[in-house]
């Protein structure tokens, strides 16, 4: 059950500096943690000078989640780091933004089982930003590395 201290405690990320200055929040969270949502409204914190979402502050917002995603399913016995990633700019963004982050079950038990063999995974996540029309303004991939820590815990 997603009790309501699960909820608090998910959305307390919302008060790192960097994600509270561009005015990014957690909005919603599944009960596993496998999705998340983020929003962003469009302030004058991070507003470029054409006065639309500072590209900087989108990329901000899809940043950290599909890490912590899999690295609160994967427990403590795993190494997950971010390696790369890309954003492609469709559309100025105006008004409220969203990102939707997810990783499904069935993905996480294949990273998992070909960690445990001992294989070095790189996988590649993606998810769009959407205006509050559903159009898509923005697109961004994250390739991650995972492996399973060694008898020395690293």
Not at 107 to 115: H, N, P, V, Y
Request: one cysteine or more.
């Amino acid at each position: 059950m997603h009790s309501r201290w699960q909820g608090l405690r998910a959305r307390l990320i919302n008060f790192y500096p960097p994600l509270l200055g561009a005015g990014i929040r957690v909005v919603d969270t599944a009960p596993d943690y496998r999705t998340l949502r983020v929003q962003m409204k469009l302030t004058w914190l991070n507003r470029n000078i054409v006065g639309t979402h500072f590209g900087g502050s989108l990329y901000a917002m899809c940043d950290p989640w599909f890490m912590l995603i899999l690295m609160r399913a994967l427990g403590g016995a795993y190494i997950v780091w971010d390696k790369a990633a890309t954003i492609r700019f469709l559309k100025p963004g105006r008004g409220t933004v969203t990102a939707t982050f997810h990783i499904a079950a069935e993905q996480i038990a294949e990273l998992r089982a070909r960690a445990d063999r001992g294989e070095k995974i790189e996988p590649t996540f993606a998810a769009d930003v959407v205006d509050d029309a559903g159009n898509v303004i923005a697109q961004v991939e994250k390739l991650l590395y995972v492996r399973k820590k060694n008898a020395n815990g690293k």
